[in-house]
């Protein structure tokens, strides 16, 4: 989902609870259905090489610790849900009034804010999994996201209709 008046916005956490936001806002925004509003929650992490006890081991840490990155259409509705979810004390910005990341600012960041996937279905399309766990699995595509280049189809389990994100690099569309 593309919008153009999404921007990336910095929210300020209680350290140590950058992944519980994230995971929080997310929920919050599935069940409000604000996929088209809030595009994408991200925890910036750092690759790093640790030496404990002689060992070295590679590890993950976060960039900025008591921060989240949000990608979002800022308005009322976007600005509540964000601002009320438990773990978030606030936007960075003077007073409180949130400021877009700039564009330098992105990039640094090594967030790529062009969507250079382009893929041959779309919403409603009939696709088949051509790999992965769900290969020979056909469905159609009810959601797509192209911040996690992921499209969610619902497979028949257990006699079950339940959704599944598949990687666009899994999938190809059925022509009818």
Partial sequence: MENENAHWYVVHTYSGYENKVKANLEKAIENRHLQNQILEVRVPLQDVVEVKNGARKNVQRKMFPGYVLVNMDMNDETWYVVRNTR??????????????????????????????????????????????????????????????????????????????????????????
């Fill in 87 to 176: 773990g978030v004390t606030g936007f960075v910005g003077p007073g409180s009034k949130p400021v877009p990341l700039t564009d330098a600012e992105i990039k640094n960041l090594g967030i790529n804010t062009k969507s250079n996937i382009s893929v041959d279905f779309g919403v409603g399309d009939e696709i088949a999994v051509i790999a992965g766990v769900w290969k020979d699995t056909a469905g159609v595509v009810q959601r797509m996201d192209f911040g996690k280049q992921t499209a969610t189809i619902n497979v028949d389990l257990f006699g079950r209709e339940t959704p599944v994100e598949i990687s666009f690099a899994e999938v190809r569309r059925i022509d009818s």
